[in-house]
């Protein structure tokens, strides 16, 4: 998992950090057209999405992002594996994740 404000190198990455740092731009791109400045109204349609899953596919592979509060999980996979799955995968890992942390920060151990 990725914070939104860390910086991406390959060590941090394992390897992989050609596909996360554009995942994370491309990401990045995204979150500022739906999410309006914090002055304006939400009136607008388009900050009402309901993104959960952003899917890349790639040469080397399949890339899939979703939002874990103001975080981002981008999961990697080979390019073999059935796009569905990696969407539903990545789905139901953010939402268990997303929990967890909402627990962690309500009740700080």
């Not at 939104?4 to 990045?28: F, H, N, P, R």
Request: glycine share 4%; net charge negative; proline share 4%.
């Amino acid at each position: 998992m990725i914070s939104s404000s860390e910086v991406l190198d390959s060590k941090t990455l394992g390897g992989q950090s050609t596909a996360v740092g554009i995942s994370a731009s491309i990401w990045t791109s995204i979150q500022a057209v739906l999410q309006p400045p914090s002055d304006e109204a939400n009136t607008d349609d388009r900050f009402n999405s309901n993104l959960e899953v952003i899917l890349i596919e790639c040469e080397d592979g399949k890339v899939a992002l979703a939002p874990i509060l103001d975080n981002i999980l981008c999961i990697v996979a080979d390019r073999s594996v059935d796009i569905e799955i990696l969407s539903n995968s990545t789905t139901h890992a953010a939402n268990a994740l997303s929990k967890q942390l909402v627990l962690a920060h309500e009740d700080p151990v």
